[in-house]
């Protein structure tokens, strides 16, 4: 099973280090492979201002789970991080989210995949295209299109030797 996408996104407790040791962490889910990493992108805060800015990534992986067993895991993953969310739209240590799961849709209590923010956020956008230029998402389109009709403002690539 190829074209999963996981959106990972820290603002607290060390993001860029929580956001390496996630990839790490994903690469011992069950059935599953990691294809592809963007790199990590440094993003102002969608939602309330008095938060840290985020770092942000997405993933490719190729797996045999479904799209509810793998959420299972991504749970695991954000819960041995430490997980903290403060308040709505606020700050934590560890947010993993399907962005894509190849061509379905699912909308249910646990999942809505495609993720419904997609459209809006440059920060899942810009690293989604650098790993899959020719991603056509469904309901959504392709992906250069998306890019297009999303400011990039803010958003900046790290360098991670300079680190
Ligand atoms: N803002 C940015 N820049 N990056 C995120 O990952 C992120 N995640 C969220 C909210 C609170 C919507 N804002 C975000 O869940």
Known sequence: ??????????????????????????????????????????????????QPDYIN?????????????LLDQLQVIEQQQGRVRLRHWGERTLDLDI?????????????HIPHKGLADRSFVLYPLAEIATNLTIPKFGNIADLVQNCSRAGLNKINLDLI
């Open 1 to 50: 099973m190829n074209g999963v996408f996981i959106g990972l996104g820290s603002n607290l407790a060390d993001p860029i280090e929580q956001v390496i040791t996630a990839i790490e962490a994903l690469q011992s889910i069950p059935e599953t492979k990691l294809v592809a990493q963007s790199s990590l992108y440094a993003s102002p805060p969608m939602g309330p201002q008095d």
């Open 99 to 111: 962005i894509v799961y190849g061509e379905q849709v699912i909308d249910d209590e646990r999942l």
């Open 57 to 69: 990534a997405v993933v490719e992986l190729s797996t045999e789970l479904s799209a509810h067993k």
